[in-house]
């Protein structure tokens, strides 16, 4: 009975360390692991998991490709951004749909917004005069 609840306890650990899921970004009290800035703004933050299971959370998607590029060491899992129109709810970058603007003011002045779907992102890229970009688009507009 002690082996059998010894082994379930492991494989409870080992299940948890390995989770994809974001964790809520905790406004005016989690600060950006790149710049270091507290993240107040619901519409910009985003967060990334390392394979090892380690949460790193960003006040605006520039600090988090930026945070990426620089610590080319860690193997990274999954990364999240917030939804625009949702405050302070994290999508994978996989499913969102991105925009670039100079009227999008972003924390850090990434200028960019996520949406979770392709008319959301259809209908801010034309009222804003945005650029629409592909995940892999933004990945690659920083160094």
């Not at 609840?5 to 600060?31: F, H, M, Q, R, Y």
């Not at 710049?35 to 998607?61: P, W």
Request: hydrophobic share 40%; glycine share 4%; with cysteine.
């Amino acid at each position: 009975m002690r082996t059998f609840a010894l082994s379930l306890i492991t494989l409870l650990t080992l299940i948890s360390c390995g989770s994809n899921e974001p964790k809520p970004i905790k406004l005016n009290i989690d600060s950006c692991d790149f710049c270091k800035m507290t993240i107040a703004n619901g519409k910009f933050g985003a967060e990334l998991i390392t394979q090892k299971g380690r949460y790193y959370k960003f006040d605006d998607l520039a600090c988090m490709v930026q945070f990426a590029k620089s610590n080319t060491v860690v193997p990274y899992q999954s990364f999240f951004v917030n939804d625009y129109l949702k405050d302070n709810t994290l999508i994978s970058v996989e499913s969102a749909f991105f925009i670039k603007s100079d009227k999008i003011n972003s924390p850090m002045r990434g200028n960019m917004a996520a949406f979770s779907t392709a008319a959301q992102q259809g209908e801010y890229a034309k009222k804003l005069g945005a650029q629409t970009l592909t995940w892999s688009e933004v990945y690659n507009t920083y160094p």
